[in-house]
Structures are given as structure tokens and as C-alpha cells.
């Protein structure tokens, strides 16, 4: 499986995400830089969490408009897998590439600890290495993280079955306390119509290997290489 990761001014989770595909893929992804304006072949593109230009005007706003957005976009709409974590995900509600908006945590402040997320659908190469209704834990880091968007489209991601994650309590059950930052229906990452883009608030490269003292997020990686190789 071939990969890139976007590196943008501000990003700090670019290396962990290399890493990790590194490590599942067996190759080095291609850290591909926002002002460029060409992609290598590649089966997966990674934006990674940060503060794109220091989350200036809104987070993700500016990084959606960089050169290299505009290939990503491009490729997205031929099929290449697109994926975007924690501020990753802002930045691709941000460029169009999926619907609604990730607004301040309803807490006003920031949030990091570990969540408990059920896997609301299988039926993708991030997903498909996990159970359907299974609970895992993954670290969550973010100040605005509250996913939003109005009821048609909300009720349009349940109807189709385009939600990935949601986060859940203790007994794995949807409610405020497992929320972490009042998203919409307890929503942590959802699927563009092919399934094709993702978009999650939660890191699953920092529940990679044993010495991040949970491993749950590996299933994610596993299960792209398993698809894309």
C-alpha cells in the first residue's frame, strides 16, 4: 500500500501518522508539503491533526484552500482513499469533501483523554477489521472537535449509513458523558457517500502499539493495507 501524508504549517501529528502507516504498510509514505502542487501514486492520503496556520480565521479554513488541497480533491473524486484526522477532519469538512462543520467543544474548553467509540459501520477499508457495534478506545485531542450540521443532513449520514464512529460511555452506550464535546448525535467521525473519504475527531495512530498502552487503533491501519495492497 502506497501513502502520503499532507504536512501543513502547524502540524504536529504528521510524523505519528507516518509512523503507523509505515509500520502496518511495510513503505514510507511520501510527506507531501501544502505548497505543492503534484501527488505521488498513491492508494491512501493522510491529513493529519495539528493547528493548520495556527487555526487563523477557522480550523481547517485556510489549510483547505493550500495548492495541494486541490489535488487532494482531485483525487478524492477518482476514488483514492482520503482520510483526515482531528484537525484533518476539520480541514476536509472545510474543502467540501465531507458535510458539516467541526465547531468549539461545547465545554469551551480543550479536551484530551481517551474515548470510548462504537464502530457504526464496517463497510470500509478504515472499518472493515472491526465488528460492527464493537467498542474500542482512542485518544481524542481538540478544542473544536463539536461535529454539526443541520438535520437533513444529519438524518442523510444515519439513513445511509455513513456514520463511522460514535462516541459511547463506559457500557458502550451513546450519551453526554462518553461525548467529549457535544457533537451532534454523539457523532466522532463519519464517511463521505462511497466511503471512500474519512473523517474522524480521534487519533487512531496513537492506540497503534503496546508502548502507546492501547492498541485498538491498529485494526484501522491493518484494515486499509488489508484493502489497498
Not at 503507523?20 to 511520501?30: Q, V, Y
Not at 493548520?52 to 493550500?66: F, I, K, Q, T
Not at 484526522?85 to 480541514?91: E, L
Not at 469538512?93 to 480543550?110: C, D, F, V
Amino acid at each position: 500500500m502506497k501513502s502520503a501524508v499532507i504536512v501543513f504549517p502547524g502540524s504536529n501529528c504528521d510524523r505519528d501518522i507516518a509512523v503507523a502507516l509505515e509500520k502496518a504498510s511495510g513503505r514510507k509514505p511520501h510527506m507531501v508539503f501544502h505548497k505543492d502542487t503534484e501527488l505521488p501514486d498513491v492508494d491512501v492520503i493522510a491529513v493529519p491533526g495539528g493547528f493548520s496556520y495556527g487555526d487563523y480565521l477557522r480550523c481547517g479554513a485556510m489549510a483547505a484552500h493550500s495548492p495541494i488541497m486541490r489535488v487532494v480533491k482531485e483525487r478524492a473524486d477518482k476514488g483514492v482513499r482520503v482520510m483526515g484526522i482531528c484537525n484533518g477532519f476539520q480541514i476536509l469538512t472545510e474543502a467540501g469533501l465531507l458535510p458539516g462543520a467541526l465547531i468549539r467543544n461545547k465545554t469551551l474548553k480543550y479536551v484530551c483523554r481517551t474515548v470510548g467509540l462504537r464502530v457504526e459501520s464496517t463497510e470500509s477499508a478504515y472499518t472493515a477489521k472491526y465488528a460492527a457495534g464493537q467498542t474500542i478506545r482512542i485518544p481524542v485531542g481538540h478544542g473544536e472537535g463539536n461535529y454539526v450540521a443541520d438535520d437533513a443532513t444529519l438524518d442523510r449520514l444515519e439513513g445511509e449509513g455513513l456514520v463511522a464512529f460514535r462516541y459511547v460511555n463506559h457500557d458502550g452506550a451513546p450519551d453526554a458523558e462518553g461525548n467529549p464535546n457535544g457533537a451532534a448525535r454523539d457523532i466522532a467521525g463519519i464517511f463521505n457517500k462511497g466511503r471512500t473519504v474519512l473523517g474522524m475527531m480521534p487519533h487512531p495512530e496513537r492506540a497503534f502499539e503496546p508502548l502507546h498502552g492501547n492498541t485498538d487503533g491498529r485494526a484501522f491501519f491493518d484494515g486499509l493495507v488489508e484493502a489497498l495492497t
